[in-house]
T-cell receptor, first 114, second 113 residues
Framework: NAGVTQTPKFQVLKTGQSMTLQCAQD?????MYWYRQDPGMGLRLIYY???????DKGEVPNGYNVSRLNKREFSLRLESAAPSQTSVYFC?????????????FGQGTRLTVV | QQQVKQSPQSLIVQKGGISIINCAYE??????FPWYQQFPGKGPALLIA?????SEKKEGRFTISFNKSAKQFSLHIMDSQPGDSATYFC????????????FGSGTRLQVQP
């Protein structure tokens, strides 16, 4: 049982380059999320998808776009990477209609923008 | 504006001691309060959670204390072990509207042997 799988695990980009972070879950969850983790700031929500076909902005959406490709997959795209986007990115999934639904996280993608 | 404030940033405890991490929230619509544990190089994983209709929840050595009127909750780790060394995040969520977790800033716990 893989849970939430993120690719790649590590990436170095030059300023201005673009890339897509991939996320897939095999738990049949309706909701998926992208967070970024920075030292001393916890995890901040970038975008989320409450269900297949819907996406909404979180706390820090600027510079990012997302695609909910199907129920399993939720990708995060950086169109023109900036050094401020250097961070560890986590994808998560949960099933909110279930009371106390646990959010399951992937292993993270460590992104460095130089 | 940080909706969930967590303290301390770091904590060093001797083996067998009690670790205490505190959080305060502002949004009274929050109705689910989990704690997540994260080891280096891994994603956060749910440790224990509470809803505001109870004041305390205990699972093994881990206890959440919840004070609804003060809008505060805390994690107590009894008999702390070196294997508990990790970063701990408190979080909060509401079951209506945006059903996404809002996290505190994290506490790095070191349990010394």
């Amino acid at each position: 049982n893989a849970g939430v799988t993120q690719t790649p695990k590590f990436q170095v980009l030059k300023t201005g380059q673009s890339m897509t972070l991939q996320c897939a879950q095999d738990m049949n969850h309706n909701s998926m999320y992208w967070y970024r983790q920075d030292p001393g700031m916890g995890l901040r929500l970038i975008y989320y998808s409450a269900s297949e076909g819907t996406t909404d902005k979180g706390e820090v959406p600027n510079g990012y776009n997302v695609s909910r490709l199907n129920k399993r997959e939720f990708s995060l795209r950086l169109e023109s990477a900036a050094p401020s986007q250097t961070s560890v990115y986590f994808c998560a999934s949960s099933d909110p209609p279930v009371l106390n639904a646990e959010a399951f996280f992937g292993q993270g993608t460590r992104l460095t923008v130089v | 504006q940080q909706q969930v404030k967590q303290s301390p940033q770091s904590l060093i405890v001797q083996k067998g001691g009690i670790s205490i991490i505190n959080c305060a929230y502002e949004n009274t619509a929050f109705d689910y309060f989990p704690w997540y544990q994260q080891f280096p190089g891994k994603g956060p994983a749910l440790l224990i959670a509470i809803r505001p209709d109870v004041s305390e929840k205990k699972e093994g050595r881990f206890t959440i204390s919840f004070n609804k009127s003060a809008k505060q909750f805390s994690l107590h780790i009894m008999d702390s072990q070196p294997g508990d060394s990790a970063t701990y995040f408190c979080a909060a969520k509401q079951d209506t509207g945006r059903r996404a977790l809002t996290f505190g800033s994290g506490t790095r716990l070191q349990v010394q042997p």
